[in-house]
């Protein structure tokens, strides 16, 4: 079956950078686009961006343009998400998602707290 | 990138139906047929329930239904039960991006 297992919680300071990884199983991952979406507390879905598998093109929410960068590792069908220059409102529930017309499977999400 | 807009919260009794609505521009919903729908029980990621206006993933029950006119995008639940209650999402594919709907709150009263 159809599996995204993502990396643990992190706390990070103001100012750091974190990066999630995401591995995926049960089907064949350069057959799916990859999104990354997050989840502020008591918020809803927040869309930041795409990677193509296959050929590792990206497509990046002009809101986080510059401060994320999504890679992928076909030898282990691992994306990445590094988001830098985190502030208190990064804060939230990070989630990797699979699909190309609808988003059709969802990690377990991780949870990035930026605190001082 | 601005988000599609959605009523807060919307409300009903087993086994009425509701309809939740999504409003875009000529831009996303209503330039391209990838119009999803999302439920998310507290805690829980998000499950896809419609997908590309109007269909149905696998496993998912039929008395949730999917349409969309010019800029607008609807879902619908028939014969609301108590397991509905949770949050829903519309999302669209808008040029080379995708948006998300700032979400309902579905009360099963």
């Known amino acids: 079956q159809v599996q995204l297992v993502q990396s643990g919680a992190e706390v990070k300071k103001p100012g750091a950078s974190v990066k999630v990884s995401c591995k995926a199983s049960?089907?064949?991952?350069?057959?799916?686009?990859m999104h990354w979406v997050r989840q502020a507390p008591g918020q809803g879905l927040e869309w930041m961006g795409i990677i193509n598998p296959s050929g590792g093109s990206t497509s990046y929410a002009q809101k986080f343009q510059g401060r994320v960068t999504m890679t992928r590792d076909t030898s282990t069908s691992t994306v990445y998400m590094e988001l830098s220059s985190l502030r208190s409102e990064d804060t939230a529930v990070y989630y990797c998602?699979?699909?190309?017309?609808?988003?059709?499977?969802w990690g377990q999400g991780t949870l990035v707290t930026v605190s001082s | 990138q601005s988000a599609l807009t959605q009523p807060a919260s919307v409300s009903g009794s087993p086994g009425q139906s509701i309809t939740i609505s999504c409003t875009g521009t000529s831009s996303d919903v209503g330039g391209y047929n990838y119009v999803s729908w999302y439920q998310q029980h507290p805690g829980k990621a998000p499950k896809l329930m419609i997908y590309e206006v109007s269909n149905r993933p696998s496993g998912v029950s039929n008395r949730f239904s999917g349409s969309k006119s010019g800029n607008t995008a609807s879902l619908t639940i028939s014969g609301l039960q108590a397991e509905d209650e949770a949050d829903y999402y519309c999302?669209?594919?808008?040029?080379?991006?995708?948006?998300f709907g700032g979400g309902t709150k579905l009360t099963v009263l």
């Open positions: 999302s669209s594919y808008t040029s080379s991006s995708w948006v």
């Open positions: 049960g089907y064949t991952f350069t057959s799916y686009y």
């Open positions: 998602a699979s699909g190309n017309s609808g988003i059709d499977y």
